[in-house]
């Protein structure tokens, strides 16, 4: 316990040093923290190292369970399922005949297979995080290759769980997975909710029943002889909740999830030893595999998919890290000495995470520069053709209206044109939306806001004038962009006043800030009561009026995002 304590002092000491200089030139932390690691993993033993490194991916691992928008994906799961599947079927082999070629042994072919197959949901996430949380299209794609991709790793360290390679024994962990994943389903249905109730929205007595559950899934995996991965995956679904009530327990879990990525990074980095050339040759390949071969299959499949070719990049780029859950796998198979891995694909693994974490950390700024200057001009007309001929806008539209986005807001402006006479285009890059856009507006590109085809095709050039309905600063820029190349009026959203300040510098010509708009409209209605301009049962009835409209629209029962996009 001494040793643990210890080790964690070292790691965090070092780590608040290499952090206070990302700080300050205001760096991604990522790779300050695995250099951390480089450093303090000089004095530290190797098998403690391994310890801390599966708790910290451990608890990771039930925060992403916990995130899992189960409503959200279901949007985009079969075509996530699509491209995480052609992944699999083509990195897959290739990657485990080039271990083969290597002079691998099946079993180590495989493990090498499996590095290069799936991708971090730690890091993907939190690069993420923004895409997720404004419900993206791209960030939901990924989000949902994660997913298929930790329940095939959870499968894998099932498999290597197993007491011997026999079908009763594999078969065996195999039915425990089952009965924790049936379990976790349950409490997430029946039992959390209970849990929520009983503590009368107490945040930390919720907190502590969440604890509670996460402990209960670790033990059941110790005593069932399974990694304790699977235990803690399993527990985050169990908790997963879209309630408002249980906001207090998503922001105590945030926090401590901070606190083990920390871990989870500085130890990974700790673990990384200085390299022999034929360990340096194996991880090069792995991250050739995983930096550019992932990412081009998966992004072919989201386009054959229907995705235009920006969303297919982004979606596929942000899975181009190696799996921490692929850590898991060789830290097992390190741990169970019967699994024969090699010496040198455990460290060509432990190399190459390290590695494809930092380059992420840092392609991620320039993502955009990157699909401009090289990706939008290979995909060239043909990346854009079921874009094309999926939309439907009038040749001869002139003088009209392009609304982005066709949530709640994009309805209720549209609804407007039509009342005032006025043609409008809508751009809507969500699958969920497609149909109702197909039916209820006459004119529409089915793309992205962020690529010139789709303004192109939404005849900007004869625009009256563009209103986003989108609060993201990416479609906000490229709104105004579009429309001020034309001379073209545009209206867009922002989260907060200083935002629309910026917006507004950038060349808009309004900027719409709801937070704001509610207040004000708030503020007349006060007014109109007080001065007796307004009767309550005029403004009782101009409500029901207003709630009236929200029904006819579908939001009777609840308000979708408006980011919905």
Not at 42 to 67: H, K, M, N, P, S
Not at 179 to 185: P, R, V
Not at 201 to 230: P, W
Not at 394 to 411: A, E, I, K, N
Request: aromatic residues 8%; proline residues 2%.
């Amino acid at each position: 316990m001494t040793e643990l304590i210890t080790s964690l002092a070292v790691l965090f000491v070092t780590a608040g040093v290499f952090l206070l200089v990302a700080n300050h030139f205001s760096l991604s932390p990522v790779p300050f923290y695995i250099l951390a690691g480089l450093v303090s993993g000089t004095f530290l033993d190797g098998a403690e190292l391994i310890e801390l490194a599966q708790w910290g991916i451990a608890f990771l691992v039930f925060v992403f369970g916990y995130r899992v928008n189960f409503g959200a994906l279901a949007t985009v799961v079969r075509d996530g399922e699509v491209a995480a599947t052609t992944q699999l079927v083509v990195v897959g082999p290739l990657s485990f005949a080039i271990g083969s070629i290597y002079g691998f042994d099946p079993i180590n072919a495989l493990y090498f297979a499996v590095a290069a197959t799936l991708s971090s949901t730690v890091v993907g996430s939190g690069l993420l995080e923004r895409e997720i949380r404004d419900n993206l299209v791209h960030g939901r794609l990924a989000s949902s290759v994660h997913l298929f991709d930790d329940l095939l790793a959870v499968v894998v360290v099932l498999v290597l769980s197993a007491e011997a390679v026999t079908a009763t024994a594999i078969t065996s962990k195999l039915g425990y997975g089952v009965l924790f994943l049936a379990a976790a389903l349950f409490i997430y249905r029946h039992g959390y909710p209970l849990l929520v109730r009983l503590t009368g929205g107490s945040d930390e007595l919720t907190m502590m029943g969440s604890i509670s559950i996460l402990i209960g899934f670790l033990g059941a995996a110790e005593l069932a002889g399974i990694s304790i991965v699977v235990g803690a995956f399993a527990a985050g679904i169990a908790i997963r909740s879209d309630d408002t009530s249980s906001l207090g327990v998503i922001n105590g879990i945030e926090s401590l999830r901070d606190f083990f990525v920390a871990i989870f990074f500085v130890t990974l980095g700790a673990l990384v030893t200085v390299p022999t050339v034929e360990t340096l040759v194996v991880a090069l390949t792995l991250v050739v595999l995983v930096v550019l071969v992932n990412p081009l299959v998966l992004a072919l499949a989201f386009v054959y998919e229907g995705y235009d070719p920006r969303t297919a990049f982004l979606a596929s780029t942000s899975l181009n890290q190696v799996s921490e859950l692929s850590l898991v796998v060789v830290i097992q198979a390190v741990l169970l000495e019967t699994a024969g891995i090699a010496d040198v694909v455990f460290e060509a693994v432990i190399l190459a995470a390290a590695l494809t974490m930092v380059l992420t950390s840092f392609t991620r700024e320039y993502e955009d520069v990157i699909f401009e200057r090289f990706v939008e001009g290979i995909a060239g007309d043909r990346g854009w053709k079921r874009i094309d001929d999926r939309s439907e806008v009038d040749p001869t539209l002139s003088d009209h209206v392009v609304v982005v986005g066709y949530g709640r807001q994009g309805r209720w402006l549209v609804d407007a044109c039509e009342r005032l006479g006025a043609e409008c285009v809508v751009i809507e890059n969500d699958p969920v939306l497609w149909e109702d856009v197909r039916r209820e507006c006459p004119n529409y590109v089915l793309g992205d806001a962020m690529t010139d085809r789709s303004w192109e095709n939404a005849r900007v050039t004869e625009a009256r004038l563009v209103v986003s309905t989108v609060d993201h600063r990416g479609v906000s820029e490229s709104s105004i962009e579009a429309a001020t190349a034309t001379g073209t009026d545009v209206i867009v959203r922002a989260g907060s006043s200083r935002k629309a300040v910026e917006l507004l510098e950038a060349g808009a010509t309004y900027v719409s800030v709801p937070n704001v708009l509610a207040g004000d409209g708030l503020i007349g209605l006060l007014e109109g009561v007080l001065d007796g301009k307004t009767s309550v049962e005029e403004l009782r009835a101009e409500h029901r009026d207003e709630l009236d409209v929200l029904e006819r629209y579908g939001f009777g029962s609840r308000i979708p995002r408006d980011e919905l996009y």
